[in-house]
């Protein structure tokens, strides 16, 4: 099992800048992917962005060219730079990994770990 403990959330104005960091511990050279996700108050999970282990990578059609994801394997830390930050990003965010077996990156019932979340609040 993968441990997973995200940070960087908190309280920005729109147009605003965050960078969620994402730390892993435990058996991370199993894992096939890591990505976001998201839920708003209200509102079901959403995926945010995934990071492939060759560092491929896929977003959310509604927030290319805002966010990005990164990793830096040595740290064993996932990023989520999120940039031109809008009220309805609010959300807690959460950070997820998957393992080599079961599913694929593109199915959040795939991923088997999950971090406690972090929240980003965007004010207008």
């Known amino acids: 099992q993968v441990q997973l403990t995200e940070s960087g959330g908190g309280s920005v104005q729109a147009g605003g800048s965050l960078r969620l960091s994402c730390t892993a511990s435990g058996p991370t050279s199993m894992l096939d992917c890591m990505a976001w996700f998201r839920q708003g108050l209200g509102k079901g999970r959403e995926g945010v962005a995934i990071i492939n282990w060759d560092g491929s990578t896929t977003y959310a059609d509604s927030l290319k060219g805002r966010f990005t994801i990164s990793k830096d394997n040595a740290k064993k830390t996932l990023y989520l730079q999120m940039n031109s930050l809008q009220p309805e990003d609010t959300a807690m965010y959460y950070c997820?990994?998957?393992?080599?077996?079961?599913?694929?990156?593109?199915?959040?019932?795939?991923?088997?770990?999950w971090g406690q979340g972090t929240q980003v609040t965007v004010s207008s």
């Open positions: 997820a990994s998957k393992p080599r077996w079961g599913g694929t990156c593109t199915l959040s019932s795939a991923y088997n770990d």
